[in-house]
């Protein structure tokens, strides 16, 4: 099956503690996103990569940080410079950059603060 | 982009046609109008995509003026399971420099009752 997976659905992280999101597309897609959405809010940009080795700050990014060697996965690191990291992360791909291309969502990983 | 208004909430019941409108004053001339459907702690996925007058496909219709500032998305006979939220983004064609970023809202709560 295609499609964009996330690991791990659930994800807990210590004070000052790095944590890492995974995200693999298998749709061959050049263009990747990470978003953030906190209860009853829309999704926010944290960053985007529009091909291997390249990415952009969203509106969102500090705390966070992504890497895109590799065009299928494209992981996100929470760092402990992001005070408040709860919130449901998602990741998502489309064929090419812009808003007229249909992006296709991951199911999620939610992250809670221990 | 153009920044989106919708209503926060909507109430129907099984079987009624459910039409929820957003409003987009500054849309521009190469901005296309999009409406993705969110289940609880799911990611989004695309329902619906269209530029002028009326667009539908098997799953809603969507309905835009000629003067293009609002536009309606029509769900018809909807199903306990339509019951999710909707949101209505508003942005144009890839081009050089186009980030691909959408701006979700805080969308539509639609409820369907039985």
């Known amino acids: 099956d295609g499609g964009i997976t996330q690991s791990p659905k659930y994800l807990f992280r210590k004070e000052g503690q790095n944590v890492t999101l995974s995200c693999e597309q298998n749709l061959n897609h050049d263009a990747m996103y990470w978003y953030r959405q906190d209860p009853g809010q829309g999704l926010r940009l944290i960053y985007y990569?529009?091909?291997?080795?390249?990415?952009q700050k969203g509106d969102i990014a500090e705390g966070y940080s992504v890497s895109r060697e590799k065009k299928e996965s494209f992981p996100l690191t929470v760092t402990s410079a992001q005070k408040n990291p709860t919130a449901f992360y998602l990741c998502?791909?489309?064929?090419?950059?812009?808003?007229?291309?249909?992006?296709?969502f991951g199911p999620g990983t939610r992250l809670l603060v221990l | 982009l153009a920044k989106t208004t919708q209503p926060i909430s909507m109430d129907s019941y099984e079987g009624q046609e459910v039409n929820i409108t957003c409003s987009h004053n500054n849309i521009a001339t190469n901005d296309y109008i999009t409406w993705y459907q969110q289940f609880p702690s799911q990611g989004p996925r695309f329902i619906i995509q269209?530029?002028?007058t009326k667009v539908t496909n098997e799953v809603a219709s969507l309905f835009i003026p000629a003067d293009r500032k609002s536009s309606t998305l029509s769900l018809p006979r909807v199903s306990l399971s339509d019951t999710a939220v909707y949101y209505c983004?508003?942005?144009?064609?890839?081009?050089?420099?186009?980030?691909?970023?959408?701006?979700f809202g805080q969308g539509t709560t639609l409820q369907v009752k039985p």
């Open positions: 983004l508003v942005g144009d064609m890839a081009g050089s420099g186009n980030t691909g970023k959408l701006i």
């Open positions: 998502a791909s489309s064929e090419g950059a812009g808003a007229l291309k249909t992006q296709y």
């Open positions: 990569s529009q091909i291997v080795n390249d990415f």
């Open positions: 269209g530029y002028k």
